[in-house]
């Protein structure tokens, strides 16, 4: 049974346009939120992470939307680039126990 | 410097055989854990170590077992692999026990190929 829920499965998103992936969770108790992204061939890496009291987080062109009562969280990529092209994963955790959403591989066009 | 490394990065091997998958990480981290990445690009944590003891434990085949000599390592041996068991093993670490800083630091994978 998967916990965290993501989507879409893909996304093709042109240079400049803004790239939305969304996510829901089923556990009240996680307690982080964090995004991750994975190039081919490597590691998911850390891209941003949010906890459940602040509903917002921008660090440059990447924010998280974070709804507490709806249990949805977001990440926005603003003026969306060619190196952004990734699989995007997003998590969910309390404790050292993290699900991963299925993954949004991201394609931006030039 | 890698932070975790695993080896190897590409196993290929045949159905029925016993592999190992090491992992160590240079960070000082108190836990470790074990990702399954199908083809789908799903994850699945499979196990998580902490300070050499096991604390998570998911559904996984008793033919997969994890080792943690020290907190700076966890190995996962396989026997008898099926076909089912192809797919990418990522180990990871985390710097905190108990409390929850969220972040993972994942190694480079290693693809595993069951013929």
């Known amino acids: 049974q998967q916990q965290v829920k993501q989507s879409p499965q893909s996304l093709i998103v042109q240079k400049g346009g803004i790239s939305i992936i969304n996510c829901a969770y089923e556990n009240t108790a996680f307690d982080y939120f964090p995004w991750y992204q994975q190039f081919p061939g490597k590691g998911p890496a850390l891209l941003i992470a949010i906890r459940p009291d602040v509903s917002e987080k921008k660090e440059g062109r990447f924010t998280i939307s974070f709804n507490k009562s709806a249990k949805q969280f977001s990440l926005h990529i603003m003026d969306s680039q060619p190196g952004d092209s990734a699989t995007y994963f997003c998590a969910a955790s309390r404790g050292n126990d993290m699900r991963f959403g299925a993954g949004t591989r991201l394609t931006v066009k030039p | 410097d890698t932070a975790v490394s695993q080896t190897p990065k590409y196993l290929v091997t045949q159905m029925g055989n016993d592999k190992s998958i090491k992992c160590e990480q240079n960070?000082?981290?108190?836990?470790m854990y074990w990702y399954k990445q199908d083809s789908k690009k799903f994850l699945k944590i499979m196990f998580s170590?902490?300070?050499?003891?096991?604390?998570i434990n998911e559904t996984v085949p008793n033919r997969f077992s994890p080792k943690s000599p020290d907190k700076a390592h966890l190995n996962l041996h396989i026997n008898s692999l099926e076909l089912g068991d192809s797919a990418v093993y990522f180990c990871?670490?985390?710097?905190?026990?108990?409390?929850?800083?969220?972040?993972?630091?994942f190694g480079e994978g290693s693809r595993l190929t069951v013929l």
């Open positions: 990871a670490s985390s710097p905190q026990t108990g409390s929850n800083t969220g972040e993972l630091f």
């Open positions: 960070l000082g981290h108190d836990t």
């Open positions: 170590y902490n300070n050499k003891e096991l604390i």
